[in-house]
């Protein structure tokens, strides 16, 4: 066992002192952050409810401000607005009040019509018929038609990453002002997931806008959703204002699709890359919602005043081997690392309670009910010693020093590492940590030479197939290459329907636990803060900021 050791090296990088001034600038910040919540009290003289549903926060009785200001504390800066080019989540926040796309996820993570009143396959499989809702604006006051799909999903197949991998060859193409078919160069049942993904998202736009993008994308932000780019100070703040002549679905909201309404006159996503700036100006009253909150400051949050802490599904937490060269590319090292590992107490490490955590093999959510699986689960955390040093030596490790390649720019990360190194010396195998910023980082794993193994988080996906760690092709670092998970991925691309797909789903998780491109070892979440003064702030897969109020 090793938790008392990962115990002891986390008290101590705690408690380590940097530049001499480490614990003083706790201690002060502390007090500020006490002294914060305090003034809130006093200011806001309400009752503190703390919430721990990523369903959000629940439709409060207080009288909303329909010309309030929602003021967002944000982490990180944008590179840019255009959802086609990045999966970067910066983007994906402020672009999905902007933007709409023909299909989104609800809350179950299941497939609805979002621009699109409805669509329909063909008997062969090869062609997509997508009925337009009537009467949708633009923001420039423009009606939604079928050319701006045709020429906006042209555009998104040929520059997103999602595009690329899953649509080749297909085409979009205008049957009448309010139908477009979308054909396919073979049948493919994850369509419809792969549109409603959401980074990089499909979003429709103008095609007018299509024709003035350049190399680094859109030039101009206008799409058809329920907030309107107003402002956008590079590196400072980005402000949406309500479209009044937004055109709704009429059921009932779910996740990201169903009816939506900007409940408030504007969003301020002001860029607060200081947490400790975000945590005291939510508790102060200058912001309303906080994003991305150390889980270490969830028991400051929770017992702050006035404010609720919301923890959000955020992913899943894995290692990534290296399996193109070195110690790793024998599948009987990378089983005898799995075989000792114990998942629980790495993801302790990593996230520090159960509260923020959850252990489950699968590569889906459960409520992903067509991806999920529990097949190869007979691999997942057997914290077995003697099995994995037996694998040990059967596998062709020779007293090699395997390099894990991480950051502390991500703490969870470099925990992991730290669990990665302490097991591998249980079971025999040397190892070494290394450690750069998350810029670097990301150079280094583009060489095989670099390394042997990463710790590393990936966002939900709305398919198996979206994760890049698993098909060859992808090329992602790590250099998946197993003819039989490609197989399997085609396979179920290929099926007709989802009864006959999943026994395939089955096949590929269980032949992922054996094969090891990653060993994954759980479920984590995110925390959010938000005022007592909104009602309604849901996520899902980032946050939602229509339907959401704010009271005086």
Known sequence: ?????????????????????????????????????????????GSNESGTSNKGVEEGTKDSNLNATLNIAYPANLQTLDP???????????????????????????????????????????VYTFKLREGVKFHNGDTLEANDV?????????????????????????????TVELRLAEPSLIVPYVLADTAPFPAIVPAETVESANETGLTEY???????????????????????????????PSGLGGAKEAKVKELVFHIVTD?????????????????????DNAEQIENTEGVQAIYEDAGTATYVFNKAQGPFADEKLRQAFNAALNAEEAMIAAYSSPEFFELDSSLSLPSQTDWYSKAGSEYYNQA??????????????????????????????????????????SIGVKSKIDVYDWPTLQERRKDPANFDVFPMTFAIRATVHQNPFLASEAE???????????????????????????????????RVWEYLPIVKVGNHKSLEAVSDKVQGYSSLIGPILWNVSKSE
């Open 1 to 45: 066992m090793y938790i008392n050791s990962i115990s002891i090296i986390k008290l101590s990088s705690l408690l380590r002192i940097e530049k001499g001034d480490y614990i003083m600038k706790k201690i002060l910040f502390a007090l500020l952050f006490v002294l914060a919540g305090i003034l809130a009290a006093c200011s806001s003289g």
């Open 84 to 126: 086609h080019l990045t999966t970067n989540q910066s983007t994906r926040d402020v672009a999905r009040q902007i933007f709409e796309q023909l299909l989104v996820l609800n809350e179950n993570y299941e497939v609805v019509p979002s621009l699109a009143e409805s669509y329909e396959v063909s008997e062969d499989g090869l």
């Open 150 to 178: 045709v020429a906006s999903m042209k555009k998104w197949i040929e520059t997103s990453s999602q595009g690329k991998a899953n649509l080749k060859g297909a085409e979009f193409i205008e049957v009448d002002p309010l």
């Open 222 to 252: 206008i799409g058809t959703g329920p907030f309107k780019l107003e402002e956008w100070k590079v590196d400072e703040s980005i402000t949406l204002t309500r479209f009044d002549e937004y055109v709704s679905r009429e059921e009932a």
């Open 275 to 295: 947490v400790s700036t975000r945590i005291s100006g939510l508790a102060t009253g200058e912001y309303d919602i906080a994003f991305r909150i150390p889980l």
């Open 384 to 425: 077995d010693l003697e099995k994995a040093k037996q694998l040990v030596a059967e596998s062709s490790y020779n007293g090699e020093e395997v390099v894990i390649l991480t950051t502390k720019d991500y703490p969870e990360q470099y925990s992991l590492s730290v669990v990665m190194q302490q097991v591998l010396e």
């Open 476 to 510: 992602y670092a790590g250099w998946t290459n197993d003819p039989q998970i490609d197989q399997l991925l085609k396979e179920i691309t290929l099926a007709k329907d989802f009864t006959e797909a999943k026994p395939l789903v089955d096949k590929l998780q269980q």
